[in-house]
């Protein structure tokens, strides 16, 4: 199975989760990188990007939501729910699908030199702000 694949089939297992109810309704995980040298940040982005086709496939293209913006709103003060608060602290860009009956996001987190590169999928109930 293709790293592409691998993935498309964790999101897939992340949606079927059930979400708590009341408390922290998402889930977000690492897409593990499988075996081997630690990916490149472009190699994390071009493997985000192939797939936001298949998964623009399944559920309407979408155009990159870039996270400057929120965190500006932020900085404000305003309070950003979660997981789109912390979302827009660790990546400059999300693919965001609304999925049947929830949110969809993926991410590169590349933002804190301090941490490695990863690349992350959410689900949630809480739709983007």
């Known amino acids: 199975m293709d790293v592409v ?5 964790a999101i897939d297992r992340l949606r079927a989760r059930d979400l708590p109810p009341g408390g922290a309704a998402h889930h977000t ?5 499988g075996h081997g040298p630690r990916p490149s940040t ?7 990007d192939a797939m936001a086709q298949h ?8 155009p990159p939501w870039a996270q400057l913006t929120l965190r500006l ?7 950003i729910p979660e997981p789109w608060a912390t979302l827009c602290l660790r990546t400059d860009e ?4 609304q999925a049947e009956d929830v949110w969809l996001a993926v991410g590169v987190a590349d933002r ?7 690349l992350l999928a959410t689900v949630t109930r809480t739709a983007p702000p």
């Open 5 to 9: 694949a691998r993935h498309l089939a």
């Open 94 to 97: 999300l693919d965001v699908w």
């Open 73 to 79: 709103r932020l900085a404000r003060g305003e309070e």
């Open 55 to 62: 998964l623009g496939t399944r559920w309407g293209e979408s």
């Open 42 to 48: 472009d190699d994390l982005h071009a493997l985000r």
């Open 112 to 118: 804190d030199e301090a941490d490695a590169i990863r």
């Open 29 to 33: 995980v690492e897409l593990d990188p």
